[in-house]
């Protein structure tokens, strides 16, 4: 089961997927940097997540990394 942070960041990786396609690490990247800029270090956070599921194959991996945990 997913807890609320982990599947706020699975829908963001999902609809930046949708989005930006390719693109979408480094939008991610660029709302973490900003994040870090503000000092919203739990936002950051949230963003680094994002990238770590796009990084492993991105939202289509979802149904398998929620049954995984």
Known sequence: ??????????????????????????YAAMKAEKAIEQKDFGRCARWKRVLDILADGGPTTLRRGAAAK
């Open 1 to 26: 089961m997913l807890d609320d942070d982990e599947r706020r960041a699975w829908q963001e990786a999902h609809w930046l997927v949708k989005e930006f396609g390719a693109d979408a690490q480094l």
